[in-house]
């Protein structure tokens, strides 16, 4: 079964707009889903630059999906639903 | 605080724009098309009835980030206008706070309110239980005259059927002193003369309503002056960017000021002499002492509790002492206080050695629209490293501790915690200024806000990992030096 992937970008954008509230991942995450799941903080994933218009960061990606917006009950959702997939 | 949410991000977002147009080519050209920028014509409504109200609302809290107040617009003036006058504008407000009263139409008014749940009972306890007469039965059911009721709330606990509800308003509910009612028209307004600056209502109104007043456009004039503009950033900073304060200064300095200082130095000065004044103190017999570095505390003492003045410590705010060294060392400087407090802009205002305030969602805001990655930069160096117990100043409990500390006789400091000021804290701090006792206690660490500074409106971060954060951080950092 393979990892599901999570990147949060700590770039300043995502982290001033509401990603620093994101931090609380790396408690539950490991909590919750042992080694399934990696947790990585990224640096600036470029999104808010080709989506500014929309005001959309904070982004975290899960996978190859964006979670625009990010909270952590958004990211969490997202990971139940990649690892659904599996 | 809540520090995200809707709203906030609104604010920040127009802070952005507001910043990135007054670094383009026409600044009130820019500012005037935020609104229009933001909600452009087609766009989905997010919010409310249709893109026009929107873009008005967004041209509203435009006017509070230029540093205008929102109830003395008459609507004929452009942002272009506001822009042009605030590039003129040579003094700042000692008013802070600014409601825009179009997002207050959507709250009804505070009311007891009796609802469809009413059984019209037989026992009729409500009826019985009013000490004012406001209830009487109509059609075999409860009505209450609100002329008459003091929303006492009696009638809410006697009800068996929880039939009877009050009517909050978040922003009157708040505020810890009174200051804000929404009036007849059923507009929100602040009463300047008894608000504490405390940022409560701003955090609490779920439409966004209460703005802080910006000098970011005052301050971004500056830099754009041939004087130097230093910063000096509260010991609260910490954990609230990315990266370490180290590669804040860097950050900083990249976004156009010439300096940074940590206003931890001026926390070391402060504990040390609040240490010594405490044993003078309790030497000449008073019973307790209590802190005097919260700005908000301070409008209290001055505005509603004058009795417990004898009672508080003379020793000067860690923000007095740093802008005092940095006036010293720089006299022709601009100086900026950075922290997340509204109080701390009152403060700023009566101190001469302070020229501008702006919070960290302003910070915040610069660093995006200057593009700065602060995790990717190098670190600076801060001439003075303040020590841990400074540098803990910004959470409840740190402000005592560091007054122990640099005490040789730890032990004989006893200290009580005031961790946020509300009715009840105040009244707790009323009856120690009367009686002139506090029971076990001899220092009193009064806080406004919950949880201390990293609680105050404008935090970028939540307060559990802030906290960590600062914890983490000044495990390394030097202990005080006793008195």
Request: net charge neutral; with cysteine.
């Given at each position: 079964?393979?990892?599901?992937?999570?990147?949060?970008?700590?770039?300043?954008?995502?982290?001033?707009?509401?990603?620093?509230?994101?931090?609380?991942?790396?408690?539950?995450?490991?909590?919750?889903?042992?080694?399934?799941?990696?947790?990585?903080?990224?640096?600036?994933?470029?999104?808010?630059?080709?989506?500014?218009?929309?005001?959309?960061?904070?982004?975290?990606?899960?996978?190859?999906?964006?979670?625009?917006?990010?909270?952590?009950?958004?990211?969490?959702a997202e990971i139940e639903r990649q690892l659904a997939k599996q | 605080m809540n520090n995200s949410g809707q709203t906030i991000h609104l604010k920040k977002e127009i802070l952005v724009r507001i910043i990135k147009a007054f670094f383009s080519d026409n600044f009130e050209r820019h500012t005037r098309l935020i609104p229009y920028d933001m909600r452009p014509k087609g766009m989905e409504v997010p919010y409310r009835c249709c893109v026009y109200k929107e873009r008005a609302i967004i041209k509203d809290r435009t006017i509070a980030g230029l540093g205008f107040p929102i109830e003395e617009d008459d609507e004929t003036v452009s942002l272009a206008d506001y822009a042009k006058q605030a590039l003129e504008r040579k003094e700042i407000s000692d008013k802070n706070l600014t409601v825009l009263q179009t997002a207050c139409k959507g709250c009804a008014t505070n009311r007891i309110y009796v609802t469809d749940l009413c059984q019209g009972c037989v026992a009729r306890p409500c009826q019985s239980t009013c000490k004012f007469g406001a209830i009487s039965i109509v059609n075999g059911r409860s009505v209450i005259d609100d002329t008459k009721c003091k929303k006492c709330q009696m009638?809410?606990?006697?009800?068996?059927?929880?039939?009877?509800?009050?009517?909050?308003?978040?922003?009157?509910?708040?505020?810890?002193?009174?200051?804000?009612?929404?009036?007849?028209?059923?507009?929100?307004?602040?009463?300047?003369?008894?608000?504490?600056?405390?940022?409560?209502?701003?955090?609490a109104c779920p439409f966004g309503a209460v703005h802080e007043r910006s000098q970011i456009i005052d301050i971004l004039k500056a830099m754009k002056s041939d004087k130097k503009v230093i910063a000096m950033i509260a010991p609260s900073i910490i954990g609230q960017f990315p990266g370490n304060i180290y590669q804040l200064k860097t950050a900083i300095i990249n976004s156009g000021f010439d300096d940074v200082y940590e206003v931890a130095q001026g926390a070391d000065i402060t504990a040390n002499t609040e240490a010594k004044e405490f044993t003078e103190r309790m030497g000449n017999g008073q019973n307790f002492m209590t802190t005097s570095c919260c700005a908000g505390y301070n409008q209290l003492i001055k505005k509603h509790l004058p009795e417990i003045k004898p009672f508080v410590s003379d020793t000067k705010t860690p923000l007095y002492y740093t802008a005092e060294?940095?006036?010293?060392?720089?006299?022709?400087?601009?100086?900026?206080?950075?922290?997340?407090?509204?109080?701390?802009r009152a403060e700023g205002y009566d101190n001469r050695n302070v020229d501008y305030v702006m919070n960290y969602e302003e910070l915040g805001a610069l660093f995006i629209a200057k593009k700065i990655q602060i995790a990717e930069l190098d670190e600076g160096k801060y001439t003075v490293e303040a020590s841990k117990q400074a540098r803990n100043f910004g959470y409840s409990g740190g402000v005592a501790e560091s007054v122990k500390k640099s005490l040789k006789d730890e032990d004989s400091v006893k200290p009580c915690i005031v961790n946020g000021l509300n009715k009840d804290s105040i009244k707790q701090l009323k009856k120690y200024a009367t009686d002139g006792v506090c029971e076990g206690c001899n220092l009193i660490e009064v806080m406004c806000c919950e949880g201390g500074c990293i609680g105050g409106n404008a935090t970028i971060n939540n307060q559990k990992t802030a906290k960590k954060l600062i914890d983490n951080f000044t495990q390394n950092s030097e202990d005080i030096s006793k008195i």
């Open positions: 079964m393979e990892r599901v992937t999570v990147k949060v970008c700590t770039g300043t954008t995502c982290f001033v707009m509401g990603g620093a509230n994101l931090q609380e991942l790396h408690d539950i995450i490991p909590k919750k889903y042992d080694d399934k799941v990696e947790l990585t903080a990224s640096n600036c994933l470029g999104l808010c630059s080709i989506n500014w218009e929309y005001s959309r960061a904070p982004y975290v990606k899960v996978n190859e999906e964006v979670v625009s917006e990010a909270t952590v009950e958004k990211v969490i | 009638c809410i606990n006697a009800c068996p059927y929880k039939a009877i509800v009050k009517i909050s308003v978040p922003c009157e509910d708040s505020c810890p002193v009174g200051a804000i009612k929404k009036d007849e028209t059923g507009f929100a307004s602040i009463d300047h003369d008894k608000c504490i600056n405390c940022g409560r209502c701003t955090a060294i940095v006036k010293k060392e720089h006299p022709v400087a601009i100086t900026v206080f950075v922290s997340p407090c509204v109080a701390k």
